[in-house]
């Protein structure tokens, strides 16, 4: 099945758009405790006509982008008797450009940093192979024989976001919702390539728990079925008996998946997308051929939940659900499950699979019956448990409210009194994603759109073009690799805002 | 006529043969006094299965090559999940290679340092764009995710010297001929690119200088007449009314020359090119095309004779004739005129322009008498004179002899006293050419093959695989750029010993 699932995965590979962004607005930096990270940036001109050893300048592309960079070298007067040898720095954010990137102290490889340095043996036009994901771009002259003109700095821009299936949203709409939707098309377009990357600046590979915040949210703005259906087909091609789907996978230059690397949640999470996919595409063709390895999945987790009826871990796999400090996931996977368990439901009775639709529908009652009895403690009105050391999480009551532990008035309760006394709050946009549908499904819309003003609309405020992988308020240096300076600034579980406005927010 | 002389130059592109030149062997390197600059080195086995970065290794690809590096990059065990970032530094001999090119101090412009830090972003083959001149390539690994393997180093070869026209020289040759004569015919075919290159390491392009020496050499050893062909169409392209031909020029990404560089001597041999080349291959079309060029430096330099009958300058022009300390150049560069001169004379009259070929010889009697009575000192025995400030120098003698001012037995009492009392004295293969010549021309057979074996054979026991760009016995860290790090060590106009071996010294 592996070559076949492979096939479809190229089958559904997607078209580049190939759009073109030219700059010649130099900018520059400068310290501001008032800016994000403390740097600001402004406008000074545009590139100097004659330049020599020693200059260096800063482009603004004017807005996060993510492709292949092309400019002319060329003599101001006399030939070019010598390579001109030119160091290129690429930065998502202005932070970027006010670090040198050899100072660079972090966990991350940092191959991941994007600098170059090159020689162009030959004046004319400079066709960089490599992709880069940048809005600044800082040149500077390390070697030339004679003064040189640089121009016509461009960018090919690489995305199989189609941005003319997006619609504009009605006249009216709240002024920061628009821009919030904008920053979130803008996060996604840049991360739809090949596959849905998780950051195009930096591990670009497929994950499936990003993946499914991305299809969803490309089903209001681009619609771009092919890439989900390519994606899913290259989880599906993962599929081994007896183990959960991978939690990610690179597909170049061919195949791989870690083995030793399973996140429980995100191969639940793989069901949710092939559900999401077929309630917004109706392909039930694609539904039917991958319905086996979704099941799979709920299946596998179905088996092995331990005799108090909690979910457990297959051994040596972990769970991810958030990154925050000291967080303890038991109960949020138990929900996971459960939101999945449901999902799946409906689409094995969409597809006529009756008795799989009832085996899960009983599994279902079961389940949560029993986890409402063993998780939740009245006198705190709360998801606090031995199985999660008691510990108080935003995380837990989330996903208990998705799962359909808790409903109504007490769901709501549960998770008000969390935002206030709880002592692990998200701390992830992907976190914030699910905060934001367990509101919706308890019909909190006016919570949730302030909510999301007040999280994502916070990025824009500090002059966010795309959304971040990290974003705790008050914590801008906040980083999980030591340095924030590898912190991608574009990144795929962030891009959800235009889901819940496009679906939710607007008329 | 531009535009007609650049087509016919296109249309003599020459064909690159692509031969592949593969290397696992590591050497390390040593300081050692009794070697070339101090610079030994050995073999040590071959590249390590599994690198991390830190990790460093030389290779050895056996002899000089030009062309283009590809090499293999696998993980040892896992993927690769960020990109492997490596440094690398090529070297034509082994004191490059003892160098941090950061502390590089000449006058050339830097970037001609042949080193890179390249990003490879997937596991596979890697084909490097540039080309590079080197036997010595240093591989750094600076970052990677994960252990890496590298393999399957190796050089596309360009050059456009089908090496299978070359005869083998006799059995029972000198042993040390042949290896003089391996080294330049490997120095010729390293600068057959896509014209007569200088140097394929640095400056890369067309000498009139040493296209002569080049395109001599290369008529007994590949015989690539195309090539020949082309270079002198390219420089026809660079012709104006009342000037010389540039010195050089550059012909990427279109033609260029600087009308500030001018060489007197260079231009003079530009005619002695076009009646070697018609003597060599006999095509009469070409030299009858190329001809008017040609006519007009002998032509030019006629015209600027002084009231003594003694060649000048045109405004702003110099001459090269050698690198030499303090070396003054009038008199030698009347011996190039009158050499090109006595050439000129039997091509015009091989073409049947019998009107110009009696001209010519006409004006050689003059000039001959006339320098011999201004310029030759009989009390000393040497062409010393007042417009050279009186200053005796091997170059002098050696071109007024090849001009035929003096011949016979005087001419070799000149020439041998010159090697024992000039003040000055030749420094450039370039020039110790011309010394064989004028050797070879008064039948000092035996002090040529003596003065070659000295000069040339030198290089090779100092370990040369090319002949180098600089020699002067006893300065190995002779510079003219300040930093012997970036001379070239495979440089055209040292090509010539297969010239002599071939023409003269073989039966």
């Known amino acids: 099945m592996k070559d076949y699932y492979l096939k479809k995965a190229d089958e559904n590979m997607p078209v580049q758009t190939n759009r073109i962004k030219a700059s010649d607005t130099v900018v520059e930096i400068y310290e501001d405790e008032s800016k994000h990270m403390g740097i600001g940036f402004k406008t000074v001109g545009t590139i100097k006509d004659e330049l020599v050893p020693g200059d260096k300048f800063i482009l603004d592309f004017g807005d996060h982008c993510v492709g292949k960079l092309s400019f002319k070298v060329n003599r101001v007067k006399t030939y070019l008797d010598a390579p001109v040898k030119l160091k290129l720095k690429f930065g998502e954010i202005p932070y970027e450009m006010s670090r040198d990137f050899s100072t660079f102290y972090g966990t991350l490889c940092q191959s991941w940093l994007q600098e170059e340095i090159i020689y162009v043996d030959y004046e004319g036009l400079v066709e960089m192979p490599r992709r880069y994901a940048f809005r600044f771009l800082e040149v500077e002259v390390l070697a030339t024989p004679r003064k040189i003109r640089l121009s016509e700095f461009q960018v090919k821009i690489t995305t199989c976001a189609d941005e003319s299936n997006m619609e504009p949203l009605p006249e009216g709409t709240d002024p920061m919702l628009v821009k919030i939707d904008k920053v979130s098309a803008r996060t996604l377009a840049d ?64 195949l791989f998946y870690d083995e030793g690397m399973g996140i429980s949640d995100y191969a639940l999470i793989y069901a949710v997308t092939l559900c999401d996919y077929y309630e917004n595409y109706g392909d039930k063709e694609t539904a039917l051929d991958l319905y086996p390895i979704a099941a799979k999945q709920v299946d596998l987790a179905m088996s092995i939940h331990d005799e108090d009826g909690i979910i457990t871990f297959l051994d040596g796999w972990v769970a991810f659900i958030d990154w925050a400090e000291g967080i303890k996931k038991r109960t949020a996977v138990q929900g996971v499950y459960l939101y999945a368990l449901e999902k799946m439901e409906k689409l094995a009775r969409d597809l006529g699979k009756t008795e799989d639709a009832d085996r899960y529908a009983k599994h279902l009652e079961i389940t949560r019956k029993n986890a409402y009895e063993k998780l939740f403690c009245k006198e705190k009105n709360a998801f606090i448990n031995k199985y999660d050391d008691e510990q108080y999480s935003v995380q837990a009551q989330v996903w208990m409210i998705l799962g359909g532990v808790i409903c109504g008035e007490e769901a709501k ?39 999301m003003k007040s999280y994502w609309g916070e990025m824009v405020e500090l002059g966010a073009d795309t959304f971040w992988e990290v974003h705790v308020p008050g914590k801008q240096m906040l980083t999980h690799m030591k340095d924030p300076l590898l912190n991608s600034w574009c990144h795929a579980w962030s891009c959800s805002p235009s889901y819940f406005i496009r679906k939710y927010f607007i008329d």
């Not at 209001?220 to 290259?234: G, P, Q, W």
């Open 413 to 451: 309760s549960v998770l008000k009194q969390s935002f206030e006394k709880a002592t692990v709050i998200p701390g992830t946009p992907y976190m914030h994603h699910y905060v934001m549908e367990a509101m919706m499904k308890l019909g909190m819309k006016d919570e949730a759109i302030a909510y």
């Open 191 to 254: 991360c739809m390539q090949e596959v849905y990357e998780d950051g195009p600046k930096r591990d670009r590979r497929l994950w499936s728990g990003d993946l499914r915040v991305q299809a969803l949210t490309d089903s209001v703005l681009f619609k771009n079925k092919e890439l989900a259906k390519r994606c899913m087909y290259l989880f599906a091609a993962c599929q081994k008996d007896g183990q959960y789907l991978p939690g990610c996978l690179y597909y170049k230059p061919e």
